[in-house]
């Protein structure tokens, strides 16, 4: 694969921190651009000092002057939390934000792929979802800022793809886990092992039955970096398609983590989806991917994750006592890891519903 001066907006973010990581070991040069409004500086910092990466505080909402010959836009909140503390910013990021990165990508002529996601699909009436389902989503509710945010995003990608021939993908990307999210998260994953840690009451929304299929990052990672590289311009979906319920979920976390938490019922969320798998043959047909770790073990890897990032907050449940916190694999040229508490380990204890 030939070296690319790539450009990962919301880079500081979960996933974004991870991509960036993964392209430097590819051996391309990156910039992060971020606002910081949910990721943080330290997501980098085991490849920080890298030669090949900048950082660059921005926001998508701004003209952008980058170069770049591969663009992927990440920005944007994830979390129902997040994304609902200012419903107007997230339509902004998703919408304007959105034209501004396709602007630029016509200015370099970059390809530029969307992480879009699971949620254009909404409450859905057909299981699993296939790329041709158009879905069931509230345009007017709590979550319509984000859901049809994000349906805007692949529309706008669409128009500039059919009027200015730019060269897209757009990631249909379904519930990812893994080291990096923020412990604040309001995530059904972050928001278990948090709370399994701390032995407090793992809160299920509703009775538990709803199901989420979970994607462990690297695996996630993989699909957009083959999908980028791919001749694929329409969507594609990436996710696991291994299917849970909440409470299996519940039940695997307070295993893994040894916990002494009971499990909570409180009332379910508005929109909250009943079911949410991907089918995922398009992305298995034409890009050869298959997510490969299985539940328990990126669980078993992000708890530990977690664990070390609590233990600066409280004493550690297992193990010896820790000041250092694994922020992620070193890189060759990286400076060592910082001892700093990860965005989010401060305050954690935020939840909304099971996204
Ligand atoms: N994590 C998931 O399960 C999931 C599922 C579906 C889709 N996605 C999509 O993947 C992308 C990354 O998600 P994530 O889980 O890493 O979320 P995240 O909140 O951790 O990361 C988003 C990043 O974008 C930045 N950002 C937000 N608005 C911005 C703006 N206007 N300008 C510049 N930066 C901005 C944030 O500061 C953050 O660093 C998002 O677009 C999200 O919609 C994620």
Request: aromatic share 8%.
């Amino acid at each position: 694969m030939s070296k690319s001066r790539i450009l990962v907006t919301g880079g500081a973010g979960f996933i974004g921190s991870n991509l960036c990581r993964r392209l430097l070991e590819d051996g391309h040069t990156v910039t992060s651009l971020d606002n910081f409004q949910t990721g943080s500086a330290q997501n980098h910092l085991d490849y920080l000092k890298h030669p090949n990466f900048t950082v660059i505080e921005g926001d998508i909402f701004e003209p952008l002057e980058e170069e770049a010959d591969l663009i992927f836009n990440l920005a944007c909140p994830a979390s129902p939390p997040h994304y609902q503390a200012s419903p107007i910013k997230t339509l902004q990021t998703s919408v304007g934000g959105v034209m501004n990165v396709l602007d630029l990508a016509v200015r370099n002529r970059a390809r530029i792929l969307q992480a879009s996601t699971s949620e254009v699909y909404g409450d859905p009436l057909v299981h699993p979802q296939p790329e041709s389902y158009f879905g069931n989503v509230n345009p007017f509710g709590e979550r319509s800022c984000y859901d049809e945010g994000k349906r805007c995003g692949e529309a706008l990608f669409y128009a500039y793809n059919s009027e200015m021939g730019v060269d897209i993908r757009i990631a249909r990307i379904f519930n990812t886990y893994g080291p990096g999210m923020r412990a604040d998260d309001g995530r059904v994953v972050s928001n278990f092992i948090v709370q399994a840690l701390k032995n407090e009451p793992i809160t299920i929304y509703g009775d538990g039955s709803q199901t989420r299929s979970f994607c462990y990052v690297d695996d996630l990672v993989d699909g957009l970096v083959k999908l980028m590289h791919s001749s694929i311009d329409r969507p594609v979906n990436l996710g696991n398609p291994v299917e849970f319920t909440v409470r299996q979920l519940a039940d695997l976390v307070i295993e893994l983590t040894g916990s002494r938490s009971k499990i909570e019922s409180r009332p379910l969320p508005s929109d909250d989806p009943k079911l949410r798998r991907p089918d995922i043959s398009l992305a298995e047909r034409e890009l050869n991917w298959h997510p490969g770790v299985a539940l328990a073990e990126g669980l078993t890897r992000t708890i530990a994750y977690f664990d070390e990032g609590l233990s600066r907050t409280r004493p550690r449940l297992r193990g010896r006592q820790s000041n250092s916190i694994a922020v992620g694999r070193s890189l060759p040229h990286a400076e060592p890891i910082v001892l700093t508490l990860p965005n989010g380990f401060a305050k954690a204890g935020l939840s909304n519903g099971h996204a």
